[in-house]
């Protein structure tokens, strides 16, 4: 796919490069700020803050598509596994 190409290119390009301090694969802190972004959980401040970063660093949107993904794919209190099919008795 041309979006995979995509993304591995650029995925390369800032894989070179050390994360910033707002990074969201800097640290635990800001990586827990992306995630309360994605589940809508976040602040105002925060959103704002975490917005405006994706807008200035492809490294970060790369990240926020695959946390996303997962966190859509998989949402929080389903205990049921990836890709399984529900049960019914
Ligand atoms: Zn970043």
Redesign the pocket.
């Known amino acids: 796919m041309l979006s995979g190409l995509i993304a591995g290119h650029l995925q390369k390009r800032w894989a070179q490069d050390e ?2 301090d ?3 694969d800097h640290d635990d802190l800001t990586m827990a700020r992306l995630l309360a972004f994605i589940d809508g959980s976040a602040n105002d401040p925060d959103k704002r803050e975490v917005r405006t ?1 994706l807008l200035q ?1 492809p ?2 949107r790369f990240i926020f598509a695959k946390m996303r993904a997962v966190t859509v794919d998989n949402p929080r209190g389903s205990g049921s596994p990836i890709g399984g099919c529900p049960r019914r008795h």
Do not use: L
Request: hydrophobic letters at 10%; aromatic letters at 12%; one cysteine or more.
């Open positions: 994360p910033s707002k990074c969201f970063h660093c490294r970060c």
